[in-house]
């Protein structure tokens, strides 16, 4: 059964440094979406994208926050300068009919 | 806004027991509904689907779910839990188009 995958599975950086999350979405999918998850809380959306371009984002997705999708099979997620407060697990996902997610990154910083 | 409403934040249930998970969905035009398991650190498996037609879904490992358009419901439930069952469970709902929002789980316990 086809996969969406996430790399790397798990990620420390310092406070203020920038993290790429990426993802590799099912091929023939065509929408794509970035969640996040804090430690025991809900799963929280950040970020759609449609037709290369971002579609929807939520409260969250300020300008810390860009997505790429670079060659037309990643798709990335970047934080520019991270904060302690993204310390989270982020889910990649895509969708035709239904939402397949990634195993998602624990991003840690420190 | 669309939201998922899931009222139960913890549940236990003894094994061999039977179980039902709550989610309602504000009003809105056909939902696309979901249900996802996600065990302790890892992703969000999904367990089943409804997008239209019977109402009545059957999903992975034994579980079922209904959806009820008078009661914006679609509780998800399973006749006989087994241990392997103890994990997070989340309500989502999506779109043709739309992102898909999640209830704020519900964390399932079993007593041998």
């Known amino acids: 059964e086809p996969e969406v995958t996430q790399t790397p599975s798990h990620q420390v950086t310092q406070m203020g440094q920038e993290v790429i999350l990426r993802c590799v979405p099912i091929s023939n999918h065509l929408y794509f979406y970035w969640y996040r998850q804090i430690l025991g809380q809900k799963v929280e959306f950040l970020v759609s994208?449609?037709?290369?371009?971002?579609?929807?984002k939520s409260e969250i997705f300020d300008d810390q926050f860009s997505v790429e999708r670079p060659d037309g099979s990643n798709f990335t997620l970047k934080i520019r300068s991270t904060k302690l407060e993204d310390s989270a697990m982020y889910f990649c996902?895509?969708?035709?009919?239904?939402?397949?997610f990634g195993s998602g990154t624990r991003l840690t910083v420190v | 806004a669309q939201s998922v409403t899931q009222p139960d934040i913890h549940i236990t249930v003894s094994e061999g027991a039977s179980l039902e998970l709550r989610c309602n969905y504000s009003y809105g035009a056909t939902p696309y509904l979901f249900w996802y398991v996600q065990s302790p650190g890892q992703g969000l498996q999904l367990l089943l689907k409804y997008f239209s037609g019977d109402t009545l879904v059957q999903g992975i490992k034994g579980f079922e779910a209904e959806f009820k358009r008078s009661q914006s419901s679609f509780n998800l439930r399973k006749p006989s839990v087994h241990w392997s069952d103890a994990a997070e469970y989340f309500c989502g709902r999506g779109g043709a188009t739309n992102k898909l929002i999640f209830g704020t789980g519900t964390l399932l316990a079993v007593q041998p």
């Open positions: 996902a895509s969708k035709l009919m239904g939402y397949t």
């Open positions: 994208f449609y037709n290369n371009e971002i579609s929807e």
